[in-house]
C-alpha cells in the first residue's frame, strides 16, 4: 500500500519520479505527490488528492524548478481521508524537509503530543506529518540531518518506509523501513529508491532489497546501508528479471485484459526448467534442507483473497498426491487462533506482491514456532521470500492490474509442481503418474490460448446483466474454490453482490436466495473425473433450475448431460480433472473485467482497493 519513489541524479527528476509512480500506481491511488530539491538549492512539493494524473495535469500547469533529487509517492489512505492536506509529502522544519511514507505509525499519537508540547503545529490529520515534524524538531535540535534521522525512525513503532529528503543536504536521500518494503536500484552517477523494482526498471536493472530495520542513504556516487544502530550492513544484490514493457499496458485497452491474455505464459514460465519428461526438480527447495520433503507431517497453505483461493485447489492435488493432511489458513486468521505447529509441519506462502503483511506476519509467527516455511511468489526481493526457508518462485511477470488474475494461475501452477516434487521424493506417485501430470501442467498454456477465444461471448453475456443485483457461482471439490475466485471478482470489480458456494450446501441455505432469473454460474466438473460429483453439480444445476435461476455452466468440450439444464454453457477443454480449475478461473476474470467495462468503470484500479497490502 503506497508507492515510493526516490532518485538522486542527473536526469529530468520529475521524468524520473513521475514515471516511477505511474508504474507503482497499484499499490495506492487516492493522492499523489513530489518534492524536489531544486537547483537553485531550496524544496518545492506539489501533491493532489486523487489519481495521479491530477497530479500530472497540476505540474503541467504549474511546473516545479528543476532539480536533481526528489522523492514521490501514491497513496492509499490510512490516517486521514485522501484529501490534498493529507497527501504527501508532509514538510517540517519550515518547509526546508519533505518525508513520504508508506505504514503506519503507530505510535504517532505520544510523539504528536510531545511535538505539540514543544510548539510545532500540524497541518494535516497524518501519522506521517508526526514523523516528519519529529524529524525536522531533531534536524534542529541536532544540526545534522543524518544524526535527526536515526534518531527519528528508532523511535517510530508500527511499519514504516520513510524517505526525507532536506535542502540543507542536497544530493542526499534518506530512508529507511522496517515491516513494509524498499529497494535500491543501482545507476551510474545516479541511485534510485522504490516500494518495489517498477518504480526504476526503465533505467536499472540492478537492484537490492533493503532488509529489516535498516537504513539506506542515497547520493549520485554512492548507496550506503547500515541497521538502525548505524552499523554498516551489506545487502542482497539481484538482477531483475522483467523490462519496463512488462509493466506497460502494450496496446491493451486495461493491464487486466492484458494480464489475462498473459495467464499462458504465466504458467509456461512458472513450469519451465523445473520439470524433466518424467521429474519435477525445483532446485529452490534444496534450501528446506535434505530431509524436509521425507519428514513432512502435515503442510499448512497461508494467504489472502485470491492466493488464497489458489491455496485451496491446490490442498486437494497435493495431499491427493503427496498423501499429506494439507489445510488452508486465512493468514490473518492463521496466527490468531494458536495453530499446532511442529517442526514437521511445513507452512507454505503464497502472494503476489511478497508484501501482504497479514502473510509476513502468520510467517514469521509460523517460524517462530519451529516450522519450516516456503514462499510461493511472484516479486523477486520481496519481503515474505527473503524470510522463508525456501522460495519457488512464479514467474507470471509483473502484474498491475489490482485483482490478481494471471498471478492465480501460476500460484496454482507452482503449488502443483510442490505437490509432485513431494509426491515424487515420499514415493506416493509412480514415475508414470508424475509424468502424466507433467504433461497435463505443460499443455495449459496451449488450453488456456483457447479458453481465452470465448472472450467475446463472455462479453456479449456481460452486457446483458449490467443490472443484475447479484450473481451466484457454484462449484464443488476444486471446482469451489473457482467459484468462490469468481465471485471475488466480480466483487471488486463490478461492484455487484456475488457470492461463491460449494454446491453440495446449496440445499442447506443458500438454494434461498434462487428466485427468477437470478444468474448462477457453475462450474461443472469433468463427467471423466468422479461421475459421481458430476452427476451430483449436474442434478445442483437442475434444482436451481426448476426455481426459476438462469443458469451460465462452464463445462468441459462434449459433455452434453448439462445442455437441457443451462441457459448458456462456456466450454472449456479438455483436462485432467485437478487440471481444470486453472481452465475454468479464465472465462470468470473475463465475465468480471467485462462487466466492470459495461459498467465504466476502471478495472486496473478498482475503489478502496491496493494492490499491496502492507498493513494489517
Ligand atoms: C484479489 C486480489 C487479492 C490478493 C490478496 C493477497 O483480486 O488480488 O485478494 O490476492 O490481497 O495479495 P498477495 O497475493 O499479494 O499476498
Not at 517462530?368 to 520481496?382: D, M, R
Not at 475466485?485 to 446449496?506: R, S, T
Request: charged residues 20%; hydrophobic residues 45%; proline residues 5%.
Amino acid at each position: 500500500m503506497c508507492g515510493i519513489v526516490g532518485y538522486v541524479g542527473q536526469k529530468q527528476t520529475m521524468e524520473v519520479l513521475l514515471g516511477g509512480l505511474k508504474r507503482q500506481e497499484y499499490r495506492g491511488y487516492d493522492s499523489a505527490g513530489v518534492a524536489v530539491i531544486t537547483d537553485g538549492g531550496s524544496l518545492e512539493s506539489a501533491k493532489k488528492s486523487g489519481k495521479l494524473q491530477v497530479l500530472v495535469d497540476h505540474l503541467t500547469a504549474h511546473p516545479l524548478t528543476a532539480g536533481h533529487t526528489g522523492i514521490g509517492h501514491t497513496r492509499w489512505a490510512t490516517h486521514g481521508a485522501p484529501v490534498d492536506v493529507n497527501a504527501h509529502p508532509h514538510l517540517a522544519d519550515g518547509g526546508k524537509l519533505a518525508m513520504i511514507h508508506n505504514g503506519i505509525i503507530e505510535n504517532f499519537a505520544e510523539i504528536k503530543q510531545e511535538m505539540l508540547e514543544a510548539g510545532h503545529e500540524f497541518l494535516s490529520e497524518t501519522d506521517t506529518e508526526v514523523g516528519a515534524v519529529l524529524l525536522g524538531h531533531l534536524v534542529a535540535q541536532t544540526g545534522d540531518f543524518r544524526t535527526a534521522f536515526a534518531q527519528a525512525v528508532n523511535r517510530f513503532e508500527g511499519a514504516f518506509t520513510v524517505l526525507a529528503i532536506h535542502q540543507d543536504s542536497p544530493d542526499l536521500i534518506l530512508a529507511a523501513r522496517h515491516n513494509s518494503p524498499l529497494v535500491i536500484g543501482f545507476g551510474d552517477g545516479e541511485n534510485f529508491l522504490g516500494s518495489d523494482v517498477a518504480a526504476f526498471v526503465e533505467y536499472t536493472h540492478h537492484a537490492a532489497a533493503v532488509g529489516q530495520d535498516q537504513m539506506v542513504a542515497i547520493t549520485p556516487e554512492g548507496v550506503t546501508v547500515t541497521d538502525f544502530a548505524g552499523k554498516a550492513v551489506e545487502v542482497e544484490r539481484f538482477e531483475i528479471e522483467w523490462d519496463a514493457s512488462a509493466s506497460d499496458k502494450g496496446g491493451w485497452p486495461s493491464f487486466m485484459a492484458k494480464e489475462i491474455t498473459e495467464n499462458p505464459d504465466a504458467v509456461a514460465n512458472t513450469v519451465r526448467g523445473r520439470v524433466t519428461e518424467t521429474a519435477v526438480d525445483i532446485p529452490e527447495l534444496a534450501t528446506l534442507g535434505a530431509d524436509t520433503i521425507k519428514n513432512t507431517q502435515r503442510i499448512i497453505l497461508i494467504a489472502c483473497g485470491t492466493a488464497s483461493y489458489a491455496g485451496q485447489v491446490a490442498a486437494y492435488a497435493i495431499e491427493q498426491w503427496a498423501r499429506i493432511p494439507v489445510e488452508v489458513q486465512l493468514s490473518h486468521e492463521f496466527r490468531y487462533r494458536d495453530p499446532v505447529i511442529t517442526p514437521q509441519t511445513l507452512v507454505v506462502s503464497i502472494s503476489q506482491s511478497g508484501e501482504t503483511m497479514d502473510t509476513l506476519m502468520a510467517v514469521r509467527y509460523a517460524m517462530e514456532k519451529g516450522a519450516k516455511t516456503v514462499s510461493i511468489c511472484n516479486t523477486q526481493g520481496a519481503t515474505i521470500p527473503r524470510e522463508s526457508d525456501a522460495i519457488v518462485y512464479t514467474h507470471a511477470g509483473p502484474e498491475v492490474a489490482v485483482a490478481s488474475t494471471k498471478a492465480f494461475v501460476a500460484q496454482i501452477t507452482a503449488l502443483y509442481l510442490l505437490g509432485l516434487q513431494f509426491a515424487q521424493v515420499r514415493g506416493t506417485l509412480s514415475e508414470k503418474e508424475i509424468a502424466r501430470n507433467i504433461s497435463e501442467l505443460q499443455s495449459l498454456p496451449g488450453k488456456i490460448e483457447q479458453v481465452l477465444l470465448v472472450g467475446p461471448e463472455i462479453r456479449q453475456l456481460a452486457k446483458w446483466m449490467t443490472e443484475s443485483p447479484a450473481v451466484l457461482f457454484l462449484g464443488r471439490h476444486v471446482g469451489f474454490p473457482i467459484a468462490l475466485e469468481g465471485a471475488l471478482k466480480l466483487k471488486e470489480l463490478a461492484y455487484i453482490h456475488a457470492e461463491g458456494f460449494a454446491a453440495g450446501e446449496l440445499k442447506h441455505g443458500p438454494i434461498a436466495l434462487i428466485d427468477h432469473g437470478q444468474p448462477v454460474f457453475v462450474v461443472v466438473p469433468s463427467p471423466r473425473g468422479s461421475a459421481e460429483i458430476h452427476s451430483k453439480v449436474v442434478s445442483n444445476i437442475q434444482e436451481i433450475r426448476a426455481r426459476g435461476a438462469r443458469v451460465i455452466a462452464i463445462a468441459e468440450q462434449g459433455d452434453v448431460a448439462v445442455l437441457p439444464y443451462a441457459d448458456e454453457v462456456i466450454r472449456i477443454p479438455l483436462a485432467d480433472p485437478f487440471f481444470e480449475p486453472i481452465l475454468a478461473v479464465v472465462p470468470l476474470q473475463i465475465f468480471a473485467m467485462e462487466l466492470a467495462d459495461a459498467k465504466g468503470l476502471d478495472v486496473d484500479q478498482p475503489r478502496n482497493l491496493a494492490k499491496s497490502v502492507t498493513v494489517e
